[in-house]
């Protein structure tokens, strides 16, 4: 008989049609162009492209790239056919992270995704994206999303070129914290050239938690590679959580990969704080094969299933 499953809930899944897509990439190219090169792979699998004609592309110009991503008479989005594939999966929830960035029809991502996944509410927890760029627009872009169906928030310190512990934040995150919305924010490494590189780390996520008693705080990509320092924080910070999105769980083992102090602390710091995400795109392995490779590490079925479903049920206050 083969074993059971543990359900899996992705705390970092990206859910958009072509339009969004586009915006999407296009945030990249034009704040962090390294993202379209570095990632060329995991983009052409994920859209079933051409490497070679997206490369060829890339070189003369990345908006010429993203057309080879996104042609004209690829599918739309259909709420059916991604249940369906979660389903499979045994993916039973996600959180779908939004963006502030307009569509060609003026509506702001956000908008799109908490109207297209509405009948799935159950199933798709929508956190609004904020650029901080603009502190006043980011707190009314919190609360008119928040008033519209949004359950938590999502911030990227390095695509907005902005420190989210600047003063005149403040304001936002104490929005979130009085409403009990979780926040996830980008931490860690990233590959934005023109950006500082302390823009979202361990940092940020101590000193919003010290200002900010009681808010919730998800580290995204858990601040590697100073996983050991973000643990840290959240063993510091009750409200505190981690998510391994973007990184294979199968290599968390391989010396020198940065996720020895995770593991070393898996029964104990970690096991309660940790949770499970893909970022969609990143890795070709499907949800469950990705689930499947933290299952393999050995850490005992208490804190996988801790990891892949029951922390984030708790931090979403789901029912059992």
Known sequence: MQPVQPPVIDVCSLIHDTAGWRVYLTRLGEN???????????????????????????????????DVLLPPDRPPFDL??????????????????????RLPDG?????????ATAPARARIHVWAGLSLRDPAAA?????????????????IPFLDGTDPTDPAFTPVFDAARRRRLPVWLHTGHHFAARRATGLGSWRTV????????GLMLVAGHAGWPEVTETLLTAARHPHVYLEFSSHRPRRMADPG?????????ARTLARDRTLFGTSTWVNPVPVRG???????????????????????????????
């Open 32 to 66: 962090a162009p390294e993202y379209l090169d570095v990632f060329s792979a995991s983009f052409c699998r994920y859209f079933d492209a051409s490497h070679s004609a997206y490369r060829a592309a890339l070189a003369h110009d990345w908006k010429a790239a993203l």
């Open 139 to 155: 707190l009314r872009e919190a609360e008119r999303t928040v008033e519209a169906g949004a359950e938590g928030l999502c911030v």
């Open 107 to 115: 509506r702001t991502v956000n908008d799109w995704l908490l109207t």
């Open 206 to 213: 101590e000193a919003l938690a010290s200002r900010h008693p």
């Open 257 to 265: 990969s940065g996720w020895a102090p995770l593991l070393h602390h």
């Open 80 to 101: 059916g056919d991604h249940l369906a594939g979660r389903d499979r999966q045994g993916v039973v929830a996600e959180i779908a992270m939004g963006s502030q960035e």
């Open 290 to 320: 990705l689930a499947d490779e933290l299952t393999a590490l050995g850490l005992g079925a208490d804190v996988t299933d801790a990891w892949l479903f029951a922390n984030a049920r708790r931090m979403l206050g789901l029912r059992a």
